[in-house]
């Protein structure tokens, strides 16, 4: 087994490859550009399993987002596995996808209770918000624009919902 080098030919093979399976343009260009990225990472070094780990760690201290570095493993797997180097290719890495919003984002009730029912709450946010009804499970969460003096459509199935309690 010959040394791993990763030359403009073997690029350029990959990028007419990349041509033939009708890849976007957009993704095209992109791929190319981590390969190279990678490529004047090596600086003229094989590729071999330790450097491509070694890469994504220094995708991580540069602080690149998660998805950008998946980005960049991707391109770099598709050429290994294009070369035949299975082996050196490497895992992304695990994202957390947030289920809850963020504190800020949350919606609450004001200190000392809450609306009667039919009142609406204001919504953190763009100050246009409203949470009709009780606030409870179920309620319509739109945004009326209406000064409080009278109804707004809550989008909801042709809803409507009284903004004058405002």
């Not at 200190?111 to 009142?119: R, V, W």
């Not at 709450?121 to 409080?148: E, Q, R």
Request: aromatic residues 8%; glycine residues 14%.
């Amino acid at each position: 087994m010959g040394e791993r080098r990763l030359t403009a030919e073997r690029i350029a093979a990959y990028g007419r490859y990349l041509r033939m399976e009708e890849r976007a343009a957009g993704t095209l260009e992109k791929y190319l550009r981590d390969i190279r990225r990678f490529a004047a990472w090596l600086d003229g070094r094989p590729v071999t399993k330790e450097l491509a780990v070694a890469w994504k760690e220094y995708l991580l201290v540069q602080q690149y987002a998660p998805a950008t570095i998946n980005g960049m493993l991707a391109a770099l797997n598709g050429l290994l596995s294009f070369l035949g180097w299975n082996e050196c290719g490497v895992k992304p890495l695990k994202r957390q996808r947030s289920v809850f919003r963020s504190g800020e984002r949350e919606l609450t009730r004001p200190a000392g209770g809450g609306p009667a029912d039919g009142e609406g709450t204001a919504v953190p946010g763009d100050g246009d918000a409203l949470l009709h009804g009780n606030a409870g499970f179920g309620a319509a969460v739109h945004h009326c624009g209406n000064t409080g003096t009278g109804l707004c459509s809550s989008g909801l199935q042709g809803q409507t919902a009284d903004c004058s309690a405002d």
